[in-house]
């Protein structure tokens, strides 16, 4: 599989994807720096977590107007996986990869912590590697992760099942509705996600419960 992992100014946590993506596909991604105008031919493009133009105006919506996101945007159509993950999940919803919008969590602090997770649906590219309704752990370091979505965008998206993980067991850091921690898009090749499965991939990490995440994109080929 190739990957390409997306740098805005201000992520952070593009070290911690790239070494994931490295250790499990046994090759480095592609870097594309927000300016680069385009993206090579990949099978999945990732946008990590951080702080993309320190969150001004709301976080990750300068990001979601980079001329780089029309090329996302045109990749996505085009049947590429695209992962979006804390500040990539808030990038994409902005940009309207992704319905809804992502808010200052419910409690106004950062929340750094582990949660535990349940797959929603096992049945798409990025979760096959788990099982229907299985719990599993992860963790989560953001200050605006309270997903929202009005009425009738929740009923089309739990619908379509397009919820591939909600905060399970209580322990939703952010007043999330519906205690939604991940989405697709209708065609199930978009996925955004606010915990870091990219931390949790090996004993070093203290577990391997986001391994299986990685491990069902390997197969992909362009």
């Not at 590429?80 to 409690?107: D, K, W, Y």
């Amino acid at each position: 599989m190739k990957a390409a992992v997306v740098l805005f100014p201000g992520l952070n946590r593009d070290r911690d994807m790239i070494a994931a993506l490295t250790k499990i596909t046994g090759e480095t991604p592609a870097l594309v720096w927000h300016k680069d105008g385009d993206i090579p031919n990949v099978d999945l493009i990732v946008i990590p977590g951080g702080f993309s133009y320190g969150d001004y105006l709301r976080a990750g919506a300068i990001a979601a107007r980079s001329p780089l996101m029309q090329v996302i945007r045109e990749r996505a159509a085009a049947g590429v996986r695209v992962l979006g993950v804390c500040n990539g999940f808030q990038i994409l919803t902005e940009a309207q990869l992704l319905p809804g919008v992502l808010m200052r969590n419910a409690s106004l602090r950062f929340v750094c912590r582990e949660v535990k997770l349940e797959v929603v649906n096992a049945a798409t590219d990025f979760t096959r590697g788990y099982t229907q309704g299985q719990i599993i752990r992860c963790p989560v370091a953001h200050h605006d992760g309270n997903y929202f979505a009005d009425a009738e965008t929740l009923a089309t998206i739990e619908g379509n099942g397009q919820v591939a993980f909600r905060y399970a067991q209580g322990t939703n850091p952010n007043g999330a509705i519906n205690d939604i921690a991940g989405i697709l898009n209708t065609k199930k090749n978009v996925l955004g996600l606010m915990p870091h499965p990219e931390n949790l991939i090996e004993a070093a990490h203290g577990g391997s419960d986001g391994r299986a995440l990685f491990e069902a994109l390997t197969t992909l080929a362009a």
